[in-house]
């Protein structure tokens, strides 16, 4: 049986989506996780953005299934969901540099996005410029994790479609599908 590029990306993201959900169960810093590489990925590989979303976005519906909701959680899935949208962006082929762009912008978006949530969701914070700034200063530690995170994940994931590509002789010379 073989199957088409199609395909076998949506059995690697299929493949990462479950991957996610089990690496967000686990005891790890806050905000490191895969979420933010895999929506990269899936915006740079399928055709269709809204499934990126959709990918990226189960991952942490099912995930949040078991670990609990949350108050913020329109301004996470919101950022996860934008997201895809930088994979469409950056990933028009692999590079590192496009690895460090992707990741660094991703990890800034659901930064701004989820800590002007936290500020506007929380009396804990001052309403006006200086509780949003008080807000981003809090949330450095968790920016943080998200950036090493996703700059090693958004590496792996991609080298792995890279090798799972050219095993397949599936994609173009940039090793991203061919997109149409």
Same mark, same amino acid.
């Given at each position: ?21 089990? $690496? ?11 979420v ?8 740079a ?23 609990? #909701?949350?108050?913020?959680?329109? #301004?996470?899935? =919101?950022?996860? =969901? ?8 950056? #990933? ?5 540099? =496009? ?8 990890? $800034?978006l ?31 530690? #968790? ?5 090493i ?11 792995i ?17 061919v997109?149409?």
């Open positions: 049986m073989s199957l088409s590029k199609e395909s076998l990306g949506v059995v690697l993201i299929f493949a990462l989506v479950v991957a996610t959900i089990f $690496l967000r169960l686990l005891p790890l810093p806050p905000n490191f996780s895969p933010i590489a895999v929506a990269l990925f899936a915006g590989q399928l055709k269709n953005t809204h499934w990126a979303a959709v990918a990226a976005l189960v991952a942490m519906l099912v995930s949040d299934f078991i670990l609990g #909701f949350h108050g913020l959680m329109v #301004f996470v899935y =919101a950022s996860i =969901a934008l997201c895809a949208v930088l994979g469409r962006v950056f #990933f028009k082929k692999f590079s590192y540099s =496009a690895a460090i762009t992707g990741s660094f912008a991703g990890s $800034l659901f930064f701004l996005i989820t800590n002007a949530g936290v500020w506007m969701s929380s009396a804990h914070y001052a309403p006006g410029f200086e509780g949003l700034l008080q807000s981003y200063i809090a949330g450095l530690p #968790f920016f943080h994790n998200s950036l995170s996703s700059l090693i994940f958004t590496v792996v994931i991609f080298k479609w890279q090798v799972i590509a050219s095993r397949y002789q599936l994609a173009n010379s940039a090793g991203t599908l997109k149409n």
